[in-house]
C-alpha cells in the first residue's frame, strides 16, 4: 500500500471513531457535539459550520493593564542592530552606544497551558511577502489572521502577562534606566587561531622559536593517557554563535522612530536581528514598567525620553 493511501485510511479511520452510534443505549443519553479538524488553515468547524472559537482552551485574552507580580515576567521584543555610535551625557562623559530599531513589533501566537503545557508569547518582527516565505509559514500566520512577518521569536510568560494576538508592542514596553539582556549571533570570523580565538600567548619571538611563533604550544601527554582531551582549546571556527549581553542597561528610548540606546556592545553585525528582554540579574523595579506592556492613547506625545543621571555631577565627587 502506498504511504498515499496508508493516509487517506488512517484519516477515515479517525473521522468513523467520531461520529456518533445510534443505538438504544445512546438514544437514551443527552446528545453530544462532536467537532473534526479539516485539511484547511481556517479555525475548527462543527457540525452544522459554525465556528468553535477558542473551544481547547476556553481562555479570553484582554489587552488592558495589570499590574506586576514579584514572580511575573513579561515577554521580549525583536530589534534590529543598526549600529554603534557615542553620545554625551550632561555631564559631559562620554557614553558609548548601540542604536536598535523596535520594527513593527506584534504577538503572532500565544501558547497557553491548557494547549502546549506552559505559556509564551511569539512575537514577529519586521516584514515580508508571501512569495518569500514557505507555504507552512504562510498558513501559520493566515491561521493567526496576523501579517507575514520576517523574524519569529518565542519568548516564555508568567499567565498574567499574556496579550492578545495582534497586538502590537514598540519600544516604550521598557523604560529608560533599567536592564535588559540581550541575546544575537556573534560576527563570524572564521577560522581562527589560538591566539586570536582563545587569547594564547604564543611562542618566544627568539631563543630557538622557528616557524612557530604563533603556535599553541603541546595539546597534551605521552602514553599517558596517549590522547587529547575533548574540550581543549585549539585553533577552529570563531564567531557565529549565539551569545547573551546581561545587564546591559538603557540609555534612551526614541518612541516616534521606535529606537533604543544601550550603553557598550551587543552581539550581532549591523543589520542581524537581537532578542531584548528584562535582566535576570539585575532586575527592574516592577513599578517603573508598564505590565504586561506599554498601552499609550493615540493623541499621546512621542519625545524621546533619556535614564535619570542624578543631581551630582561625578567628576565633582569626593573619593
Avoid at 9 to 24: D, F, H, M
Avoid at 150 to 176: N, Q, Y
Avoid at 232 to 248: F, H, L, Y
Wanted: proline residues 6%; hydrophobic residues 35%; contains cysteine.
Amino acid at each position: 500500500m502506498s504511504p498515499l493511501s496508508r493516509g487517506l485510511v488512517n484519516r477515515l479511520r479517525q473521522i468513523l471513531s467520531t461520529a456518533p452510534k445510534t443505538t438504544k443505549a445512546s438514544s437514551l443519553l443527552p446528545q453530544q457535539s462532536f467537532f473534526v479538524r479539516r485539511f484547511t488553515t481556517e479555525s475548527l468547524i462543527d457540525d452544522d459550520g459554525s465556528e468553535i472559537e477558542n473551544r481547547e482552551s476556553g481562555r479570553i485574552i484582554e489587552a488592558k493593564p495589570g499590574v506586576m507580580g514579584s514572580n511575573s515576567k513579561r515577554t521580549g521584543i525583536i530589534a534590529l542592530k543598526c549600529g554603534m555610535s557615542a553620545t554625551w551625557d550632561k555631564w559631559g562623559k562620554r557614553i558609548p552606544t548601540t542604536v536598535l530599531w523596535v520594527d513593527d513589533n506584534i504577538v503572532t501566537q500565544v501558547k497557553t497551558f491548557e494547549k502546549e503545557g506552559f505559556f509564551a508569547l511569539q512575537i514577529g518582527c519586521g516584514q515580508k511577502k508571501e512569495k518569500h516565505l514557505r507555504k507552512p509559514e504562510v498558513g501559520h500566520f493566515r491561521a493567526q489572521n496576523v501579517p507575514m512577518k520576517r523574524k519569529l521569536r518565542e519568548f516564555p510568560v508568567t499567565e498574567d502577562a499574556l496579550l492578545p494576538v495582534g497586538m502590537s508592542i514598540g519600544v516604550r514596553h521598557f523604560v529608560p534606566g533599567q536592564y535588559v539582556d540581550v541575546t544575537g549571533i556573534t560576527t563570524g570570523k572564521g577560522f581562527q587561531g589560538g591566539m586570536k580565538r582563545h587569547g594564547f600567548k604564543g611562542m618566544p619571538a627568539s631563543h630557538g622559536a622557528s616557524l612557530s611563533h604563533r603556535s599553541i604550544g603541546s595539546t597534551g601527554q605521552r602514553d599517558a593517557p596517549g590522547k587529547v582531551f575533548k574540550g581543549k582549546k585549539m585553533p577552529g571556527r570563531m564567531g557565529g554563535v549565539q551569545r547573551t549581553v546581561k545587564n546591559v542597561w538603557v540609555y534612551k528610548i526614541d518612541p516616534a522612530r521606535n529606537l533604543m540606546w544601550v550603553r557598550g556592545q551587543v552581539p550581532g553585525t549591523e543589520g542581524n536581528f537581537v532578542f531584548i528582554k528584562d535582566a535576570v540579574y539585575k532586575k527592574p523595579d516592577s513599578s517603573i514598567l508598564p505590565f504586561p506592556t506599554y498601552f499609550g492613547a493615540d493623541d499621546e506625545e512621542m519625545e524621546p525620553s533619556i535614564a535619570d543621571l542624578g543631581e551630582q555631577d561625578p567628576f565633582m565627587m569626593a573619593d
